[in-house]
């Protein structure tokens, strides 16, 4: 899988794509990034890719032309704009990005992008979350090793995926490990029964107990706790 970052700020990925499994992805050559800097592809010497908006206001948008000349040589890749005005990003995205051969992620930055650019280069805006941050790197980086994880091979057990949080809706169960008294707090004895069949009874109970009271708004209608708040 190919992943197109565009952003003014390159050097920002030198340390989330060199390490963990994300940097041995790259290494293996199941994932290529590569990017592209709008002031490459600005005019004149000051390389500008920002000006001040249209009816005045504070900041700087970015300029159409420098992220039109990347993102047009781009079409047929899914060109994603991060922005706090996109669709929510969540597993089911990155699972849809996944399947994808060429991912083109744009990271806007100062004010945002000039909205010509969302309107006619971009496929999808996708937004990090309620929260406004400095810049779509962290965007972009999140979906990167997001979707790394998904690629053929580069989680080493591949049934760990298929069993964590927002699979089947559900958020993932609590996990334990050695010693199996920790200060006096025990492990739940189940899990060190060696009985596969309650272990997993256990499992899912704790999946579905955990969903309805931290995040009810994952399940299904009739599934929810009575009071959640959910609608
Ligand atoms: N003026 C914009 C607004 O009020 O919506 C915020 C611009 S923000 C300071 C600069 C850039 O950071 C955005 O263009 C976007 O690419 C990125 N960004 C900031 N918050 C984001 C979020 N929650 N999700 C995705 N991208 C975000």
Redesign the pocket.
């Known amino acids: 899988m190919r992943i197109s970052v565009v952003t003014v700020f390159p050097e920002y990925f030198d340390s989330p794509l060199g390490v963990s499994l994300v940097g041995r992805a790259i290494a293996d050559g199941r994932l290529e990034v590569d990017f592209h800097d709008p002031r490459d592809h600005a005019n004149g010497v000051h390389r500008q890719v920002d000006d001040a908006p249209f009816g005045g206001g504070p900041?700087m948008v970015?300029m159409p032309e420098p992220l039109a000349r990347i993102l047009e040589p781009l079409e047929g890749t899914h060109r994603v704009?991060?922005?706090?005005?996109?669709a929510p990003?969540t597993q089911s995205t990155l699972d849809r990005f996944a399947e994808m051969d060429h991912l083109t992620l744009?990271?806007?930055?100062?004010?945002?992008?000039d909205e010509r650019i969302a309107d006619h280069f971009i496929d999808e805006e996708?937004?990090?979350?309620?929260?406004?941050?400095?810049?779509?790197?962290?965007?972009a980086s999140v979906v990167i090793e997001g979707v790394a994880r998904l690629l053929p091979g580069v989680v080493g057990n591949p049934s760990s995926i298929e069993s964590e949080s927002f699979r089947g809706n559900l958020l993932e169960e609590p996990q334990y490990t050695r010693p199996a008294d920790f200060r006096g707090w025990k492990a739940p004895e189940v899990l060190l029964s060696g009985d596969h069949g309650r272990i997993a009874e256990w499992r899912e109970r704790q999946r579905r107990e955990r969903t309805a009271q931290r995040r009810p708004d994952l399940l299904d209608d009739d599934e929810r706790p009575v009071g959640s708040g959910c609608v």
């Not at 704009?81 to 996109?86: C, K, M, R, S, W």
């Not at 744009?106 to 992008?113: D, I, L, N, Q, T």
């Open positions: 900041g970015m704009l991060f922005t706090p005005a996109g990003l744009v990271c806007g930055r100062y004010e945002g992008v996708v937004s990090l979350g309620d929260y406004v941050l400095l810049g779509g790197e962290v965007a």
